[in-house]
């Protein structure tokens, strides 16, 4: 998993798989979802991030295998 923040933008995309995108599902006002050509979960795309509460870009994301 990766994660780009666009500072200009206020937005930030999740990258779940290394895949290509085909398509895109917008599944609220500024929230899409990216799936590849057999319908699995790609990535998401969130836009205004500067609204969510407590949403902080400087966040470092730790991931931890179970």
């Keep these: ?22 398509a895109t599902d917008e599944v609220c006002d500024g929230v899409t979802l990216d799936f590849d050509a057999d319908g699995k979960l790609v990535g998401i795309g969130i836009d205004n991030t500067d609204v969510i509460p407590g949403f902080n870009p400087q966040l470092e994301l730790v991931a931890t295998q179970a």
């Design 1 to 22: 998993m990766k994660i780009d923040y666009y500072a200009e933008t206020k937005s930030m995309y999740i990258h779940l798989a290394d895949r290509v995108s085909a």
